[in-house]
C-alpha cells in the first residue's frame, strides 16, 4: 500500500476510534447504571478495530502507536517520509471525528464527555503524558511480539493495560497518549496553536514512544534473544 494510501486509512481508522470513544463511555455508563456493576467494553472496542485496521492494511489510529512500531524495527516497509505523511492524516482523523461526535450525540451526554485537558503545570503534563505513553507502548509491543499465542488473550492483556493506563493519567492530563485525538479537540476548542498542545500532547508522548520502542528494540526483542542464544 503507498504512503497516501495508507495515511488516509490511518485518518480514516482515526475518525472511527475518536468518534467511538464518548459513546463508549457512555455505554458504560448506562450499562452500569441499570446492572449496577462497572463494565469493560474495551476488550469489544480493541477487537472490532483490530479488524478494522487489518482491512485497512494495517492502518493505526495513534501516531504514537505507528512511530512505536516503526523505531521498534517492526515495521521494515515505513520509514521517516511515511511517519510524516501519516501523521497529519491521522491528526484531521481526529478533528473529523470530533466533529462528526459533537454533532450527532444528544446534548445531555455532550458535558459527560471526558477529552484531554491538562490538571497540571505543562512540565507535569508533559512528564505524565511520555512516561505513560512509554509504558503503554512497552507493554503493547511485548504483548503483541511476544506475548501469547491466542489473540482474544492478547487483546485481554492489551485492552487491561490501556484502561490501566488511561485511569493513571486521568488526574493529570485527562489522559490522551495520542496526539491525534488530543489535536482533534484542540482544534474544535480553539487550541490547536498552542505550545501546550505540542509540547504536553505531541512531544511528551511521542518521546514516550520512542523511549519505549528503544528498549524494546535493543532489550526485548526477539531477534535479541535469538542472537544472545547462538553466541
Known amino acids: 500500500m503507498g504512503v497516501i494510501k495508507s495515511a488516509m486509512a ?21 450499562i452500569a447504571a ?11 472496542m480493541m477487537f472490532i478495530f483490530t479488524i478494522i485496521g487489518n482491512a485497512l492494511g494495517g492502518a493505526t489510529f495513534n501516531p504514537t502507536a505507528s512511530f512505536a512500531f516503526y523505531a521498534a524495527g517492526l515495521k521494515k516497509d515505513w520509514s521517516a517520509l511515511s511517519m510524516a505523511v501519516r501523521f497529519p492524516f491521522q491528526a ?29 503545570d505543562m512540565q507535569t503534563g508533559f512528564l505524565a503524558e511520555g512516561l505513560l505513553t512509554f509504558g503503554l507502548c512497552l507493554a503493547l509491543l511485548v504483548i503483541l511480539v511476544r506475548g501469547p499465542n491466542n489473540p482474544l488473550l492478547r487483546l485481554l492483556l492489551m485492552a487491561i493495560s490501556t484502561v ?13 497518549m495520542n496526539p491525534a485525538n ?7 476548542n480553539n487550541w490547536h496553536n498552542s505550545w501546550e498542545l505540542y509540547y504536553v500532547y505531541w512531544m511528551g508522548p511521542l518521546i514516550g514512544a520512542t ?12 531477534s535479541l534473544s535469538t542472537k544472545e542464544k547462538k553466541a
Open 10 to 30: 490511518d485518518a480514516l481508522l482515526t475518525s472511527m476510534w475518536v468518534f467511538s470513544m464518548p459513546f463508549l463511555k457512555i455505554l458504560n455508563l448506562e
Open 182 to 188: 488530543a489535536f482533534g479537540w484542540a482544534y474544535i
Open 211 to 222: 523511549l519505549a520502542a528503544w528498549v524494546f528494540r535493543f532489550l526485548l526483542s526477539p
Open 34 to 44: 441499570f446492572l449496577g456493576l462497572q463494565p469493560s467494553l474495551w476488550l469489544l
Open 164 to 176: 490501566g493506563f488511561v485511569g493513571r493519567g486521568a488526574n493529570y492530563t485527562g489522559p490522551s
Open 92 to 120: 484531521a482523523g481526529g478533528v473529523v471525528g470530533v466533529k462528526i461526535v459533537l454533532g450527532v450525540l444528544p446534548r445531555k451526554y455532550k458535558e459527560t464527555i471526558k477529552r484531554p485537558s491538562l490538571k497540571v
